[in-house]
């Protein structure tokens, strides 16, 4: 039976984002996520996200982690979660600064200011629920004219040569907790999403797409990181290096 949540104003079955996020009023209960994370014990407050860009490999737990990606939380480098000081100081998304882009080692400077509030830096966001990055058009045209081999389709997506071949890194974190993650390649060529031929070459839709209406930018990072999410007191993004199983 279709549940048909493209009529009701939902775009997905389990929220993963804070409270404030939540469809269901915190005076009805609590989202499933922290309703389950309150009955396990503190150091178990966390639920992990691997994501591969094949069929199979990926992983998601709840107070565990996948052996096939780590063995401890100790692994992990953890960042405080960035919190809307215009909100109250209100939790909303899974925020980090975005400090960094470099392609090649070239870096993209400077950035759009952040939407968000008094934030000093850009804010990404990592969300399962997002399939492309997506960023300020200022900032994705910049990106794609320092790639090369890029162009525009009629209806505005960016495309890239599905040979073209380049090093993307983004730098996440604050406060002595920056670190620099390298975006797969199948994440900026994203083949999946459609191909073109022309006599200038095949083309590729690009992994990296503008939205302004995006607020703030969201990030695919969860493909090439194993990342935590800690359900505790203190809210924090737990990030590790490690390329899934199976991938190169």
Request: glycine content about 12%.
């Amino acid at each position: 039976m279709g549940l048909y949540l493209s009529n009701t104003g939902h775009s997905g079955i389990l929220g993963l984002a804070f409270d404030s996020q939540a469809s269901i009023q915190l005076v009805s209960g609590q989202p499933l996520i922290k309703n389950l994370a309150s009955h396990l014990p503190e150091e178990s407050r966390y639920f992990a996200v691997g994501l591969t860009n094949s069929v199979s490999g990926s992983s998601f737990t709840i107070g565990e982690l996948d052996p096939a990606y780590a063995n401890s939380t100790e692994e992990f480098k953890w960042s405080d979660v960035y919190v809307n000081p215009g909100k109250g100081q209100v939790y909303d998304y899974w925020k980090l600064p975005l400090k960094a882009i470099s392609i090649n080692g070239t870096f993209l400077e400077p950035l759009t200011e952040s939407k968000v509030v008094d934030s000093p830096t850009p804010v990404a966001v990592l969300d399962t629920g997002t399939t492309l990055v997506l960023g300020p058009t200022i900032d994705v045209q910049y990106f794609w004219k320092t790639v090369g081999g890029s162009r525009q389709n009629s209806a505005g997506q960016w495309q890239v040569l599905c040979n073209r071949g380049v090093v993307v890194k983004i730098t996440l974190g604050g406060n002595g907790t920056e670190a620099e993650y390298v975006m797969h390649p199948g994440d900026v060529n994203w083949k999946d999403g459609g191909r073109e031929e022309d006599a200038s070459g095949k083309w590729c839709m690009g992994g990296i797409q503008a939205n302004d209406h995006a607020s703030p930018s969201r990030v695919i990072l969860l493909r090439v990181v194993l990342t935590g999410f800690c359900l505790g007191e203190l809210w924090r993004l737990a990030s590790r290096r490690h390329l899934p199983p199976g991938s190169s």
